[in-house]
């Protein structure tokens, strides 16, 4: 049935040409945007997913600069370490050398002295942001440094940071404050052999502020024995096996401490793929679309055309 009060075909070919429209701007949108899903009401899970991932990647970034300071200190402390094993190995050679008969020990030890002012140098100069793991002037023994290390969200939810600690008790060279803080303002005690005797020989190299009246300062005088000369290398090669402890422990925390941020470089380049493949927009897809939402509604504007004209065709049924 043909009606001039309802165009049939004038109405279907307008409802499908509103929807190619509403099609058309959804794909522009993405087009424009580079997301299918750029809002809440585009899909609400995925949406969900992505900002929280968003959000914790951002937290990985400053993970990520923590882990760089944290680098930075044990770097820093690590550096000041092998300067300190450098000059200590060379107060041991010194030491060996006093042994010899007929050395002046009195000039050997001018020598200690200024190797002993360069330890003090080293270690004072070992601090990065005001943080020195190698030297301290107060009557702790030491503390456990915490550094950023993670960070986590479990299965049901909750994040958590995770640090990465160094306890500075097994790295402090010198405290002024308290002489049994430093590996070398502290007493140190080693077996040697002198002849055909075993002995045992207390000393410590840094004398500190706080002083210590338990053992004798490495110094050399002319009237230093070779048996005192013997219990003098015994304890500094002790303290220099301490001190390279401590140098691997803290070359282990800075090698954790680099493969940690390799990870965590890789874990936030694969939360970012995985959140733009959730709401990314395929753009070879959505301009193929674009392009055939063009051609459907040029078509559904001419079949409106058409439906719209079959009125004024009736017209010429009544002349």
Do not use: C, H
Not at 16 to 32: A, F, G, K, V, Y
Not at 134 to 149: H, K, P
Not at 206 to 228: F, N, P, Q, R, Y
Not at 239 to 263: C, E, P, V, W, Y
Request: net charge negative; charged share 20%; no cysteine.
């Amino acid at each position: 049935m043909t009606s001039l009060m309802t165009n049939t075909a004038a109405t279907a070919a307008l409802s499908t040409l509103r929807s190619i429209s509403s099609d058309m701007e959804m794909t522009q949108n993405r087009i424009s945007s580079g997301y299918k899903v750029e809002n809440a009401s585009d899909n609400a899970a995925y949406w969900s997913i992505a900002t929280t991932m968003r959000s914790d990647n951002k937290a990985l970034s400053a993970v990520q600069d923590a882990i760089g300071l944290g680098s930075a200190k044990t770097d820093t402390a690590y550096t000041g370490m092998e300067s300190a094993i450098n000059v200590v190995t060379d107060i041991k050679a010194k030491l060996v050398a006093a042994r010899e008969p007929g050395v002046d020990k009195e000039k050997i030890n001018k020598e200690l002295v200024e190797l002993k002012n360069q330890l003090a140098s080293v270690a004072k100069s070992a601090s990065f942001n005001g943080e020195n793991w190698l030297y301290d002037n107060s009557d702790i023994a030491g503390t456990t440094q915490e550094m950023i290390g993670s960070f986590v969200r479990s299965n049901d939810g909750n994040v958590s940071i995770k640090t990465i600690t160094f306890d500075t008790t097994n790295s402090m060279l010198i405290n002024d404050a308290a002489a049994g803080g430093g590996l070398l303002t502290k007493d140190t005690v080693a077996t040697y052999a002198y002849g055909t005797t075993t002995s045992s020989a207390t000393y410590y190299l840094i004398s500190s502020t706080a002083g210590d009246a338990t053992s004798k300062e490495v110094i050399l005088t002319s009237s230093t024995t070779s048996d005192e000369i013997d219990g003098m290398v015994s304890s500094v090669d002790k303290m220099l096996a301490n001190m390279t402890d401590a140098a691997a422990t803290i070359g282990a925390t800075t090698s954790r401490l680099k493969s940690q941020d390799s990870f965590i470089k890789s874990l936030s380049d694969t939360i970012d793929s995985g959140v733009g493949r959730l709401v990314d927009a395929d753009m070879n897809e959505e301009s193929t679309k674009l392009k055939a939402l063009q051609t459907q509604q040029q078509l559904g504007i001419q079949s409106l055309s058409i439906a719209n004209s079959n009125s004024e065709n009736i017209l010429s049924l009544f002349k």
